[in-house]
C-alpha cells in the first residue's frame, strides 16, 4: 500500500521516544510531528537525521484503514494497547 495523500495520521498518533530535528525528547501519542506539513507530507522524509521508526514505518491497509480518519482510529488504538475500535 502507497501513503495516502493528506493523511499523516502516522506522524500524529503514534509516540516517538526517538530524538528528531528539533525536537530532542520525540512526540508524545495524539500530538503532530513538528516536521508535518499543513498538507500532511513529511519535511524531513530524506533527512538523514529522520528517526528510523518513521523510515520503517510502512503504510497497510491493517493500521491504515480506508481514510485518514481510519488510521488515526487504528494507531490510536495501536498506541494505547488496545484492540482497535470504532471501526464499522
Known sequence: ?????NCGACCVAPSISSSLPSMPDGKPPGVACIHLSHDF?????????????????KADPLVCGNSREEAMILLSDLEHGAAPSGLS
Request: net charge positive.
Open 41 to 57: 507530507r513529511c519535511l524531513i522524509y530524506d533527512h538523514p537525521q529522520r528517526p528510523k521508526v518513521c523510515g520503517e514505518f
Open 1 to 5: 500500500m502507497d501513503c495516502r495523500n
